[in-house]
């Protein structure tokens, strides 16, 4: 089973930046990033093919966020730029562990790291 474990999460003035790092013990294919704030759902943000040739965003987030990954170190990044209020969530990456489209359903992925929270004061 492929474990995840996310980083980078903390405290960011408004319009400041962060990124974040998710590190899989193994091989994964598309993976992604969600975010949960109090009292809401689970949303999508951010997905990114194996290759990196295609990524996905939410619109609230296009622009200012941008999904990149490593296959060497098996890990996926999220820089996020000009935070505001509303990014502030517990952010979880998700990872497919086979062949499949790049989507933004949560269904769509197989295992899920513990998340990491983003507070923009």
């Known amino acids: 089973q492929v474990q995840l474990v996310e980083s980078g999460g903390g405290l960011v003035q408004a319009g400041g930046s962060l990124r974040l790092s998710c590190a899989a013990s193994?091989?994964?294919?598309?993976m992604a990033w969600f975010r949960q704030a109090p009292g809401k759902e689970r949303q999508f943000v951010a997905a990114i093919s194996y290759s990196g040739g295609s990524t996905y965003y939410t619109d609230s987030v296009n622009g200012r966020f941008f999904i990149s990954r490593d296959n060497a170190k098996n890990t996926v990044y999220l820089q996020m730029n000009s935070l505001k209020p509303e990014d502030t969530a517990v952010y979880y990456c998700a990872a497919r562990l086979r062949v499949g489209v790049l989507e933004p359903r949560p269904g769509s992925y197989d295992q899920w790291g513990q998340g990491t929270q983003v507070t923009e004061r």
């Open positions: 193994g091989r994964t294919f598309n």
